[in-house]
C-alpha cells in the first residue's frame, strides 16, 4: 500500500516528488529506492500528458468554444498561461534547458505537470519538452533526497544530545 500511495504522491500536480518521497523514506522504505521509484512515477507524467493532449484534451477542450466543455476549456486556458508565464523566461534564454531547471526546482507549481503543460505552443519539440521533464524530475528528486537525509540527519544529532 506503501508503494501505491508513493506512486500516487509523485502522480499527482500538487505533490510530485516534494510529497512521495518523504512518504515513502517516513514508512520505511530506503531512501534510494523512494528516490528512484518516486522520480521514475513522476517521470511519467510527461509521456502521459502529451498522451493527453493529444487524446482526451481535445475531445474536451473542443476546436471551437461552443464545442468543448466550457468549465474544462477555462481551467486548461488559466492553467497553461499560469504556466507559460512562469516558464517563457527560461525558455527563451535556454530552450528547453529552461524547462529542465524550472522542473528541477522542488516547490509546489513547478514540477513536471507545470512544465510540460506549459510548454505546450511555446516551440520546444514534443521529444526535447519530456527530455526537459525528465532530467528535471531527476534532479529534483535528487535535491528532495538529500534535503530529506540531512533533515533527518541533523534531527538525528538533535535527539540524541537531549
Known amino acids: 500500500m506503501v508503494w501505491l500511495i508513493t506512486a500516487v504522491l509523485a502522480f499527482m500536480p500538487i505533490s510530485e516528488l516534494r510529497g512521495a518521497i518523504p ?10 529506492w523512494a528516490y528512484l521509484f518516486a522520480a521514475a512515477m513522476n517521470a511519467l507524467v510527461a509521456p502521459v500528458c502529451w498522451i493527453f493532449l493529444a487524446t482526451l484534451h481535445k475531445l474536451l477542450y473542443g476546436t471551437e468554444p461552443e464545442k468543448g466543455v466550457r468549465w474544462y476549456r477555462n481551467f486548461f486556458d488559466r492553467f497553461v498561461e499560469r504556466a507559460r508565464k512562469k516558464l517563457s523566461g527560461g525558455v527563451e534564454k535556454w530552450g528547453w534547458l529552461g524547462i529542465a531547471v524550472f522542473v528541477a526546482i522542488p516547490l509546489p507549481l ?11 505552443d511555446m516551440g520546444v519539440s514534443t521529444r526535447r519538452t519530456m527530455l526537459a521533464a525528465i532530467l528535471g524530475v531527476i534532479i529534483s528528486g535528487a535535491v528532495v533526497s538529500v534535503v530529506i537525509m540531512l533533515g533527518l540527519g541533523a534531527l538525528n544529532l538533535f535527539v540524541k544530545r537531549v
Open 23 to 32: 512518504f515513502a523514506i517516513a514508512n520505511n522504505i530506503p531512501w534510494h
Open 110 to 120: 513547478t514540477g513536471a505537470w507545470t512544465g510540460t503543460l506549459g510548454d505546450c
